[in-house]
Every structure is written in structure tokens, then in C-alpha cells.
């Protein structure tokens, strides 16, 4: 053990070093940084509609950065110019129920700033090593330390500068940073992939359900819905089909490490991150779910978000929508996704204290829908490709993902040092093979 000593995480290499935030950061900044209150409310406005820059939330990153964006003016932006962004700063979320949530800044094709509730950081050694090791359970640990309240959880600025972190030679930090982000980096390439897939998906369902071009020789007739193609007919998608609400069990069932007896509890969150699993006893009020199936966001800042792809039982805040014939699995997950219905189920939700749905929201919306179901099973066909590529493609991440979190620790703290990579190596080659 001569090669390792103590630190306030336990055992590290002797020639790591242990120091402050405070002492290794550039930058450590908050939007309030930038003025007082009331100066922050004279000079900042905060809108829907496109404008200058966008401020970077903790919910544009749990909806991947897909919108909708809060924006702001020229004159807010430059105001803020002590928080503006740029692409790849490390953002912690510092108030509400996920503090602590640490995550990069995207590289957006507009000008970006901090949105509240946050803090950004730049190190000044390397940052994407100090990113890995804020997300680790030493990072997550020490952060959670100085985490004050209960009803409104948060930490501020001078206590975060205050915690101690390791800081290993620059060159280990560049390899251990390199190999995590490797991992990251293939993640990312299978993230573009998908988007372009169900863009794929979404143009030809626009061109088939919305313009109609491959019946556009045909007869038109009027509907509630406007001119649509002679044979189809108008529909409520409760007649396409059904909807399964989760459930919640109590909080003292739940456990992190899998047991005999338990299964995957599935909550908003995990679709949208690689965070810790909770399982959950089998029992028969758990609503189950599989990899195929449609599921939706019913509450909160995700509310309307469709998300697939994992197995197991799920909460109260999210609902299954099956499709009646297994052939309209494909036109559902589309039409769900759509433009349309997102803000159409938004605009029902908001209607209640807490944004949320029912089922008769949903299942009441109208849609054009042939008669010649043919048409359907052939849309079911090609859109069916685009989603099991999706599939295989997000099973891949998620390995990968298992595969860095079993790294980020033994490296983090100097157990797997970066000069003996073998192990390393093999699970890199596992892992993208």
C-alpha cells in the first residue's frame, strides 16, 4: 500500500494531489453572478418565440436538447456576460429536486447563456476529467454534502468552491479523461444516428398521413380535418388504441442493486440519462413494459415526451400506449411524435396546477386514418426498419454507458492506473465490437 494514501474519497496514488475547487477552476459562475435581482428582472426577459440566445436549462438537457427552448434578447444576453456559453462547459444543477445534476453545455447553432438554478465551471487543468469525476460517487457525494434544505434543496457557489478534489499529474487526467470520453464519443455518434433515422421516419409520415402525396392522383373529400383522400375516414386515437397509466410503490421498496425476486423500475429519468437503477419487488400492481413498446411522459417539464427502448416496471408519471392491431405500432410512435400532438398534449395539460394528462386527453385527439388498412401495414413495414435500428443503436449506448461506469470508478480513484491498459483495452473492444 505504499503506493496509495488516504483523501476524503479513501484510497488514492501517493503522487495525486488533493486541493479546493476553489484553487483549481478558472471560473465558477451562476446566473446571478451577472446582478442583483432587480436588475436581472429589468434587464432580462425570458421568451418563447426565437430569438437571440437560449438559456441552457436542467430540462433542455434532460429532453436532449431538443426544445422548446426559453430565449432572450441581444440587450439580456450581453447583460449576462458574465455566464455566457460557449459548447462543452461543465453546468451542475444547484437548486430543486435533481441538484447536483451535472452535465455538458451543448453546441448549439446560436448563442447560448446560463439559465437560473445552475452553476458553470471551468477547471484549469483538464476539464473533462474533473467532468467524469464530479458525475462519479465521489463527485455526486461530495456535492450531496453540501446540499442544504428539503423542500427546496440547494447549494451555493461558496461552498462548492470550498470542496476538495484530486488532482493526479496533467497527463493522467488527459488518459484517464480519454478513455471515458471515447466511450461518450461513440455514444454521441449513435445519438445522431437515431435522430436521423426518426427524422426519416417523421418525413415519411408527414408525406403519407399529412400531404398525402402518394394518393395526391386520387379523389379528395372534405372532413372536420380539411380535404382528405375518398375512402378515409376521420378518427379519435382511442380508436387506435389503449392506454395504461404505471403505478408507485413506496419508496422503502426500492433498492440499487438487483436481487432475486425484483425488477427494473422505470421513471422519466432514465430514459434520459445512465444514472442509477432502482429495482423494485415483483408484484402484481406493477405495470410492465417492454423494449417496443410506446411510452409517454404525463407530468412535469417532459410532459408529451415519447420514449422506448427499456423493460421493466413503470411509474406513475409515465403511461404505455398500445397500439389495437400490432400494425399500428409504427404510425402511433409517429403520429406521437409529431409537432401537433406534442403541443396538443401540452396545451390539455397545463390546464391543471401540475402540467399533466389523462387519458381521455389523449385518446381524444382526431386524425385522418385510410380505410384500406393495406396502407397502414406497408408504412408498419418500412418504419419498422428505422425503429429496430433505433433499438439495436440505443442497446449499444447503453452498453457502452455499463462499460464507463464500471471504468470511471477504478480510474477515478487511481485503482486502475492508466500505464497498465489492458483491461482497459479489452473492455473498450468488447464494448464497441
Known amino acids: 500500500m505504499e503506493e496509495y494514501k488516504a483523501s476524503p474519497w479513501g484510497i488514492i496514488p501517493t503522487h495525486w494531489k488533493i486541493s479546493s475547487i476553489k484553487e483549481e477552476t478558472d471560473v465558477v459562475t451562476d446566473y446571478v453572478a451577472n446582478g442583483s435581482f432587480a436588475s436581472l428582472a429589468e434587464n432580462v426577459k425570458y421568451k418563447s418565440e426565437k430569438d437571440y440566445a437560449v438559456l441552457i436549462r436542467l430540462v433542455d438537457y434532460n429532453n436532449q436538447f ?225 423494449v417496443k413498446d410506446i411510452m409517454i411522459a404525463r407530468y412535469g417539464a417532459s410532459l408529451g415526451r415519447i420514449c422506448y427502448g427499456l423493460k421493466g416496471a413503470y411509474n406513475v408519471a409515465l403511461a404505455k400506449v398500445s397500439p389495437l392491431k400490432e400494425y399500428y405500432r409504427e404510425y402511433l410512435r409517429c403520429f406521437l411524435n409529431t409537432r401537433e400532438f406534442y403541443e396538443g398534449i401540452n396545451n390539455k395539460g397545463n390546464r391543471a396546477v401540475q402540467a399533466g394528462f389523462n387519458q381521455s386527453d389523449i385518446q381524444s385527439f382526431r386524425l385522418p386514418f385510410p380505410t384500406d388498412e393495406y396502407i397502414v401495414k406497408s408504412f408498419d413495414n418500412l418504419c419498422s426498419y428505422y425503429f429496430e435500428r433505433r433499438l439495436l443503436s440505443d442497446q449499444e449506448s447503453r452498453r457502452l454507458a455499463e462499460i464507463r461506469d464500471t471504468l470511471l470508478p477504478k480510474l477515478m480513484s487511481g485503482e486502475l492506473k492508466v500505464t497498465n491498459m489492458d483491461l482497459v483495452n479489452e473492455m473498450l473492444e468488447k464494448g464497441i465490437r
Open 66 to 290: 431538443k426544445g422548446d427552448f426559453v430565449y432572450i434578447d441581444k440587450n439580456a444576453y450581453e447583460f449576462l456576460g458574465k455566464s455566457k456559453l460557449y459548447g462543452d462547459e461543465i453546468i451542475i444543477s444547484n437548486v430543486g429536486a435533481n441538484v447536483g445534476t451535472v452535465f455538458r453545455c451543448p453546441h448549439l447553432e446560436c448563442k447560448m447563456s446560463l439559465a437560473p438554478n445552475s452553476i458553470m465551471v471551468k477547471f484549469n487543468g483538464n476539464n473533462d476529467f474533473y467532468y467524469y469525476w464530479l458525475k462519479s460517487r465521489w463527485g455526486q457525494h461530495m456535492l450531496q454534502s453540501i446540499v442544504t434544505g428539503s423542500a427546496q434543496p440547494k447549494f451555493n457557489k461558496t461552498n462548492f468552491r470550498d470542496l476538495q478534489i484530486p488532482v493526479p499529474p496533467l497527463d493522467e487526467q488527459i488518459s484517464i479523461a480519454a478513455i471515458l470520453k471515447s466511450l461518450d464519443d461513440k455514444i454521441e455518434v449513435n445519438r445522431r444516428i437515431n435522430v436521423n433515422l426518426e427524422q426519416q421516419a417523421q418525413a415519411l409520415f408527414k408525406s403519407w398521413f399529412v400531404d398525402f402525396e402518394p394518393f395526391k392522383n386520387g379523389e379528395f373529400v372534405e372532413s372536420e380535418l380539411g380535404m382528405i383522400p375518398k375512402g378515409w375516414r376521420v378518427v379519435s386515437l382511442g380508436n387506435l388504441m389503449s392506454y395504461n397509466g404505471g403505478s408507485q410503490p413506496p419508496a422503502s421498496e426500492f433498492i440499487e442493486e438487483y436481487k432475486e425476486g425484483y425488477i427494473r423500475f422505470i421513471q422519466i429519468r432514465d430514459y434520459a440519462s445512465d444514472g442509477h437503477i432502482t429495482y423494485i419487488p415483483v408484484s402484481k400492481r406493477n405495470k410492465l413494459c417492454d
